[in-house]
């Protein structure tokens, strides 16, 4: 256990349904990150949380919405999703964004979209 | 642009020989780096991080190398044990927008054979 669970483990929706998913962190962390998995790809950031602000959108679609309502706990609300958009959705913690430290990973949501 | 990149996409041990896992990187200021290690169905766990002041780190039975010369870092596992199977990342702390940001490479997968 990293101390950063994520739910579900697993999803599959439909092109116009809405979904959200869930990351929390046990580890009193500041900031919060969720990254995308493609196969054979790097992880790519999508956006980060510090202190419950948003400091970075990666240039994410609209499609994807964050929340961060406290340091513990991160979501991301998903709606009109595209099939191109079916990957592994990790979610992690760290001390603060301002210093250099291990990233904490929760083990995922495997996203399906049909 | 500025990338962190793996020579190799896979590679093959026999248990109980040394692994060797290298990673290329193009930021001149990236200043911390980070080797990560993603088994099947978990999210990405920290191994050994090694700052830029410095040309080696030891763990238990890993080893990172750091050449700033040529920009080049290396993970070595010393008896390479079935547990060893997985992806392995390395990361590099560079700034991005308003904080330091870890880029991902692409990975590289190890397996051990028996």
């Known amino acids: 256990e990293t101390g950063v669970t994520q739910t579900p483990r697993h999803l599959v929706m439909g092109m116009t349904n809405k979904k959200s998913l869930k990351c929390e962190q046990h580890?009193?962390?500041?900031?919060m990150y969720w990254y995308k998995q493609s196969a054979k790809k790097p992880l790519e950031l999508m956006f980060v949380?510090?202190?419950?602000?948003?400091?970075e959108n990666n240039s994410v679609p609209s499609r994807f919405s964050p929340e961060c309502p406290n340091s513990s706990h991160l979501f991301l609300h998903l709606h009109t999703l595209q099939p191109e958009d079916s990957a592994l959705y990790l979610c992690?913690?760290?001390?603060?964004?301002?210093?250099?430290?291990?990233?904490?990973f929760g083990s995922g949501t495997q996203l399906s979209v049909l | 642009g500025e990338s962190v990149g793996l020579h190799l996409p896979t590679l093959s041990v026999q248990e109980g020989d040394n692994s060797i896992i290298n990673c290329a990187y193009s930021?001149?200021?990236?200043?911390?780096f980070i080797w990560y290690k993603q088994e099947s169905g978990k999210g990405p766990q920290f191994i050994i991080d090694?700052?830029?002041?410095?040309d080696k780190r030891q763990g238990q039975r890993v080893t990172v190398l750091l050449n700033k010369t040529v920009k080049h870092l290396s993970l070595q596992i010393a008896a390479t044990q079935p547990g060893d199977s997985a992806v392995y990342f390395c990361?590099?702390?560079?700034?991005?927008?308003?904080?330091?940001?870890?880029?991902f490479g692409s990975g590289t997968q190890l397996t051990v054979l028996p």
């Open positions: 949380y510090n202190f419950k602000e948003q400091t």
């Open positions: 930021n001149s200021a990236s200043d911390y």
């Open positions: 580890l009193g962390h500041n900031a």
């Open positions: 990361a590099e702390y560079s700034k991005g927008g308003s904080a330091r940001q870890l880029t």
């Open positions: 090694i700052r830029s002041n410095m």
């Open positions: 992690a913690s760290s001390r603060s964004t301002g210093l250099s430290g291990e990233l904490f």
